[in-house]
Every structure is written in C-alpha cells, then in structure tokens.
C-alpha cells in the first residue's frame, strides 16, 4: 500500500480530512512518533517498528531528470543504449544493473531525489509504503486494535 503524505490524519485514520499539511523530510518518523505514543498511552509493549515495515519513496515522474543525470555525470550518450521501461521501484533496480554493467558512477533515485529537494531545484513527491507485519498473534491483536480505534465504526457509533 502506498500512502501519499497530505496530513497526519489522512496517515493515521485514513480520514479524508486534513488536519495540517506535512512538508518536511521527517514524515515517517513523525508517523512513527504517533503510533509509539498511541501504543504507549494504550499500555502496549509494541512499537511502531513491531508493526509497520515503512520505506520511503519517491514519485517517478522525474525519472527522465534522473536518468540526464546519470548520462551528464558519466559523459554517456544513452541514445544508443536501450533503457528498460521503469514504472515502479521494483523495475527501478534493473535500470541500476544496467548502470553496473556499464561501469557508471551514479546515486540511487531516492538519494538523487532527496538531494534535489533539499537543494530547492525540484519538489517531489515523497511516498511511504507502509505494509503490516501480521502473523503474529500479539502483532494482529494490536493491529486489530487500532483499526478499532481509528475506524468509522467506533467514531460514528
């Protein structure tokens, strides 16, 4: 599942409304700070880590940038050489092989993306894949639990 940062409440009740806006770099570990303190204030030895497997990304709407990138930094011409068509992150890696192969010097698209942003040069979306660790007993009870608490069901009665 990917959610798009727009606002806490949209991270943590799936709410449609938008309490503040998220700009920062620091989204996923404001996402983790709330989750410990929920568990926490719910007297549960589970943490966000215990429950969630959260990696950032980035939308691939500047992988044309990048790959210009790549190309000026290594003084290449890409024109002969065939790309393979990249639409999500897991084809992402097959572009990095090729760069391997070809002995090119490059960052990874996230660090090119972050240093982007930082500099100011580009705005990008940055997306967190969040995945639920279930299987575990204890890890599905807390889970549940907070689907319970956060869900339309509970709140609307």
């Excluded at 990917?2 to 503040?20: E, G, M, R």
């Excluded at 972050?114 to 580009?122: F, I, R, T």
Aim: proline share 1%; hydrophobic share 35%.
């Amino acid at each position: 599942m990917t959610i798009n940062i727009q606002s806490v409440s949209d991270l943590v009740t799936n709410s449609s409304t938008v309490t503040f806006q998220l700009v920062s770099f620091d989204a996923l570990e404001a996402l983790e700070e709330i989750v410990n303190a929920i568990l926490k204030v719910g007297e549960s030895d589970k943490t966000f880590k215990d429950l969630f497997e959260a990696s950032r990304e980035y939308d691939l709407d500047f992988l044309g940038s990048y790959i210009e990138y790549v190309e000026c930094t290594n003084d290449a011409d890409f024109s002969k050489i065939k790309l393979p068509e990249v639409h999500s992150y897991d084809e992402l890696y097959k572009l990095y092989d090729l760069f391997k192969s070809l002995n090119l010097s490059y960052k990874t698209y996230s660090d090119w993306c972050n240093d982007m942003c930082e500099s100011g040069e580009l705005a990008i979306d940055e997306l967190i894949n969040l995945r639920t660790k279930s299987g575990d007993a204890e890890v599905d009870k807390v889970l549940h639990k907070l689907n319970y608490l956060f869900g339309s069901d509970y709140a609307c009665g």
